[in-house]
């Protein structure tokens, strides 16, 4: 499983993803490396379809899609916690159910 977190320096909120996103593959029993993809012009985040930070992939495939056209700029994306509240970071619940769903659909 091919497991990145792509980011932007201007983004307060990666280190919390990153920490809750080794939590989670780890409480799954995932054993994958996160690659730290830095997205540094708005030009690389065009060509990396990236919708803000933090973006977190697997195997390619950005595991929270947003809704509708979204600027690939750099931004800081806007969650939803499972209570409906916005957040920089993504749900942990929704974050561990993700890597279940991509974990499961490998086997």
Known sequence: MRVELLWWEGCPS???TLADLRRSL?????D???EMVEVQSDEQARAERF???PTIRIDGEDIFPCAGPAP?????????????RP????????LRDAIRRR???RR
């Open 14 to 16: 990666h280190p919390e």
């Open 26 to 30: 780890s409480e799954e029993g995932v």
């Open 32 to 34: 994958a490396e996160v």
């Open 51 to 53: 919708p803000g930070s």
């Open 72 to 84: 690939h700029s750099l931004t800081c994306r806007v969650y939803r916690l499972r209570d409906g």
């Open 87 to 94: 957040s920089p970071t993504p749900d942990p619940e929704d």
């Open 103 to 105: 974990n499961a659909d």
